[in-house]
């Protein structure tokens, strides 16, 4: 049987193919895991208009072209790439698939592209990035079924982001329907999606599946609509990864003899368990990101909003803030929402971003100038892509610059929503971006993103979800073209909390704002299960100490800060010296802990986070060190046993690293099981961070 074997440096892939079958994905040895995958499902799979699927269902599998498609030929244009070319036999269209994939570490990021080379026009309805089976570990004969399988994913709301859960394949999510006796396959499949702009408004874009020895898990790098799906087939189980699809986002696209389309990419990534597995992930997160002084080296931002001005900053008030930040040792002085109106009721005039008057009497550039004296970087507050209904720029934006529907702009929440397909759209926003940077010398902005545009634009395109597509492609490429003209520029991904902080964002951005959760007690499930979502050095966690929290309190809210990138807030201003002195500390151990956090990988040494868990941890382990941050919610007599299984064996030295002015816990670790045993010693809420080193001298 013909065979391809793909071993980049990382990864081992094998491919089979006949004359008379497709091309299939038989084997993937990853992060010490190796999975033997049986030979049903096509390596692509597309749907059309005319030739949908060979049995009646609603997946993405099981495609008439997908069936038709044959090798053709591969090639090896890199050391780490591999693209493949298929193309159509015995159906009509005619078409060609190309197939690139980009190993890294464990990981494979794939591409599909179409063309249409036959001579009529063909109608596209869904084309995966990747599908596969789930195969068994190469190690055992066992043939494994969906009951051996737990999915691991995770939900957004706003304010409760990052809410993971594992849960058995089997049962109510697949029941067992005794298929064989029919002699087809399940009609149905395990199915998750985003509509509209909030790319990780509901599920996330990144999952896996999980049994003895193996762990899948993926991420489809996209900040638009998506869709992901798991089910059973002849012989095994399976995944599907694409992008917008026509049954779940009105996407399809006419393809007219020569025309390509290329899908969103997406990442997958093998492991011997969920700890591996995001290793892998991580590494390739790193790798696709665009480069930036800020990936290697986080900065410490101050942000005035949370829990302290909520959008109405005045000069007043900004000059008090700014001298507290600078004594605790930030780097960036971020202003937010509201620079920009006279009125406290600004939601729908915004477009022009032009700094007030009123809040600032004597101009902007007065505080500006502040936090640059304070040896500061200053930032602004930026939503870019939305323009007010009451908004001058409204008016004098030609209407196609707007995202519309047969001729009418969509309108969510008072603001219209900008076309980025559209030369004055993007003309519009470089101006704005060019004139702050000129003009005040802005070197951060927090790009914000408050409502949902919805399935997408009529105008110049096949369907609605095809023009959001091009939209949203063309954002990436506004980014990119800023970050061009500014490369020391730092651009946050905010979007309402975290309602798109997607691969593809996070790629063209230095950081995301993991939440707008306000209540200190609700936010450590958010941040400590953010690196299974991102980088470590991406997570940018609140920390907003008050001075009417007790030591413990604030404590509490600074480890969360701690557990990714730190991101300050809350009245520094009016808090009493031994206040601040603790917001210092916590300033200087987050900037000893960003020396080396970009070559981090987390772990959750408790399991993931639970909304309602008393007991929360997170840990990020580095060449020299694993810190680890603990969060007790509620109190009790009885501890927490964190276990780091590659640990054990290891003599380690466990350091409290922050706070360095209130009662350690108990803190014991036992190298014959890896576990490090913790108990509360203080009132609740409290948390501490703790670093484990080697008791060894290095050698």
């Known amino acids: ?76 244009p890199a050391e780490d790439t591999l693209t493949l070319r298929l193309a159509t036999e015995g159906i009509t269209p005619e078409l060609e698939v190309h197939i690139e994939l980009r190993a890294v570490a464990g990981a494979v990021r794939a591409v599909t592209t179409v063309q249409n080379t036959g001579a009529e026009p063909v109608l596209l309805t869904s084309v995966t990035s990747w599908a596969s089976g789930l195969g068994r570990d190469a190690s055992t004969s066992k043939q494994l079924q969906a009951s051996d399988w737990s999915l691991i994913e995770g939900v957004n709301d706003w304010l409760g982001e990052g809410r993971w859960s594992t849960r058995p394949l089997r049962g109510a999510l697949l029941p067992e329907l005794r298929e064989e006796l029919t002699g087809h396959t399940p009609r149905s499949a395990v199915t998750r999606t985003a509509a509209g702009t909030w790319s990780t408004g509901g599920h996330l874009p990144v999952a896996g599946l999980s049994t003895a020895g193996l762990t899948w898990l993926w991420e489809i790098e996209h900040n638009g609509p998506w869709r992901w799906e798991i089910g059973e087939h002849v012989s095994d189980c399976y995944f599907a990864l694409s992008g917008p699809t026509d049954r779940d986002h009105q996407w399809s696209v006419s393809l007219e003899p020569g025309d390509t389309f290329t899908t969103v990419p997406a990442t997958v990534a093998l492991g011997r368990d969920l700890p591996t597995a995001v290793a892998a992930m991580t590494a390739a997160r790193r790798r696709n990101r665009l480069p930036h002084a800020e990936n290697t080296a986080p900065t410490i931002v101050f942000n005035d909003y949370m829990n302290t001005l909520d959008g109405d900053p005045t000069t007043a008030k900004l000059l008090p803030l700014i001298d507290a930040a600078a004594q605790v040792g930030v780097d ?48 602004l507050w930026l939503e870019p892509e939305v323009v007010g209904v009451g908004s001058p720029i409204a008016e004098s934006l030609p209407p196609d610059a707007f995202l519309q529907r047969r001729g009418h702009r969509v309108e969510e929440h008072d603001r219209y929503h900008l076309d980025l397909r559209h030369p004055a759209a993007r003309a519009h926003l470089d101006a704005v971006v060019d004139r702050l940077v000129d003009e005040f010398g802005i070197g951060y902005f927090k790009l914000d993103y408050n409502i949902d545009g919805g399935p997408g634009t009529d105008r110049d395109t096949d369907s609605v979800g095809a023009g959001l597509l091009d939209h949203n492609r063309a954002h990436l490429f506004w980014l990119e073209g800023v970050l061009a003209r500014h490369p020391d520029l730092v651009l946050e991904n905010c979007a309402s909390g975290a309602m798109r902080m997607d691969a593809a964002m996070l790629a063209h951005t230095q950081l995301q704002s993991t939440s707008d959760q306000q209540d200190p007690l609700l936010y450590p499930p958010i941040a400590a299960s953010a690196g299974l979502a991102m980088l470590p050095e991406q997570a940018a966690n609140w920390a907003y100490p008050q001075p009417d929290l007790s030591p413990e309190e604030n404590t509490f809210t600074l480890v969360t800060g701690l557990a990714g990138r730190f991101y300050l807030s809350g009245y520094l201003n009016k808090m009493t010296v031994d206040q601040l002195a603790r917001v210092r500390d916590a300033v200087a151990t987050a900037r000893s802990l960003h020396q080396d956090i970009a070559d981090t990988v987390p772990s959750w040494p408790l399991g993931l986070p639970g909304w309602t868990d008393r007991w929360i941890a997170s840990a990020r382990h580095g060449a020299d060190r694993t810190i680890v941050s603990v969060w007790d919610r509620e109190g009790g007599a009885d501890g927490a046993e964190l276990r780091f299984p590659d640990l054990a064996g290891h003599d380690l030295h466990v350091t409290t690293i922050f706070p360095h002015d209130l009662p350690d816990w108990q803190a014991e670790w036992d190298a014959d099981t890896g576990t490090l045993s913790v108990r509360n010693t203080v009132t609740t809420p409290t948390a501490r961070t703790f670093s484990l080193t080697s008791t060894a001298p290095s050698a």
């Open 1 to 76: 049987m013909p065979q391809i074997d793909w071993t980049p440096e990382g990864v081992h892939l094998e491919f089979r193919h006949d004359e008379d079958r497709p091309v299939r994905l038989t084997r993937f040895v990853g992060q010490d895991a190796d999975a033997c995958i049986g030979d049903d499902v096509p390596l692509v799979e597309v749907l059309a208009v005319g030739l949908g699927h060979t049995l009646a269902n609603d997946r993405l599998v099981q495609s008439s072209i997908g069936a038709a498609l044959r090798y053709r030929s591969h090639r090896e």
């Open 332 to 379: 960036t002085f971020c202003i937010d929402a509201g620079w920009y109106s006279d009125s406290p009721d600004w939601w729908d005039t915004v477009g022009a971003w032009e700094p007030s008057t009123t809040r600032f009497p004597n101009g902007l550039a007065e505080v500006i100038d502040a936090i640059r004296d304070a040896g500061m970087t200053p930032g």
